[in-house]
């Protein structure tokens, strides 16, 4: 399984951003929910959103609700996380996840710093 976000950068407070988590490795992507979670520097690991396999459940983080939007692409095997009206508390690393029978996978995650 490889998990590949993209979609980070240096961006001003009130910026968007879309982020982009491309799945491949053979699993069947469409089967399985999809996680965001970020980690800002000298800070644990944040759970930010989740999808549901389908798409037609989703979850957020109290502080990013009305902010972010999960959404994802089942016939592209991608997940995106759309951020708008980003602020600095916003700057973290950003990975996405997926549990497959147990066991977690990574990817590389993709730096969103918010900075004026």
């Known amino acids: 399984v490889q998990l590949v976000e993209s979609g980070g950068g240096l961006v001003q407070p009130g910026d968007s951003l879309r982020l982009s988590c491309a799945a491949s490795?053979?699993?069947?992507?469409?089967?399985?929910?999809m996680t965001w979670v970020r980690q800002a520097p000298g800070k644990g690991p944040e759970w930010v959103s989740a999808i549901s396999h389908d798409g037609g459940r989703t979850y957020y983080l109290d502080s990013v609700k009305g902010r972010f939007t999960i959404s994802r692409n089942n016939a592209n095997n991608t997940v995106y996380l759309q951020m708008n009206s980003l602020t600095p508390e916003d700057t973290a690393v950003y990975y996405c996840?997926?549990?497959?029978?147990?066991?977690?996978?990574w990817g590389q995650g993709t730096q969103v710093t918010v900075s004026s």
């Open positions: 996840n997926v549990d497959i029978w147990g066991y977690d996978y």
């Open positions: 490795g053979g699993f069947t992507f469409g089967s399985y929910d």
